[in-house]
């Protein structure tokens, strides 16, 4: 694995947000739910597709507060533009496991 300056680790915009809106996506090639996420007042509603449908339901991610990349260009899937990447990591079978944060903080706080 190559090396980075610190200056590129601050590319990457890495945001808290809370799920406030959650949808089924069926028209996914893959089983996926449509995120809505505030990341505050900075930002705002992001929409993200999110393969997570493995350990979660609609119902448990409501109000959980989430890691996003909030500077990707907007992404086109299927019908709609994902706006952020809800980060995450599989487990061995590859189910997405969302990465978060230990304690709620502020939505839209920066990861340092």
């Not at 799920?19 to 930002?43: N, Q, T, W």
């Not at 997570?52 to 260009?73: C, D, K, M, P, W």
């Not at 706006?83 to 939505?107: M, N, Q, W």
């Amino acid at each position: 694995m190559s090396q980075i300056e610190f200056d590129d680790f601050l590319k990457v915009d890495i945001r808290t947000g809370t799920v406030v809106e959650v949808k089924e996506f069926p028209e996914a090639r893959k089983p996926a739910f449509i995120l809505m996420i505030d990341f505050g007042p900075e930002i705002g509603l992001k929409k993200s597709s999110a393969q997570i449908t493995r350990h979660y339901s609609r119902e448990n991610l409501l109000g959980r507060q989430v890691l996003g990349v909030v500077n990707f260009a907007p992404r086109q899937i299927g019908p709609i533009k994902s706006e952020v990447l809800t980060l995450g990591f599989a487990d061995e079978e590859g189910g997405i496991v969302l990465a978060s944060v230990a304690a709620k903080v502020p939505d839209g706080q920066r990861l340092m």
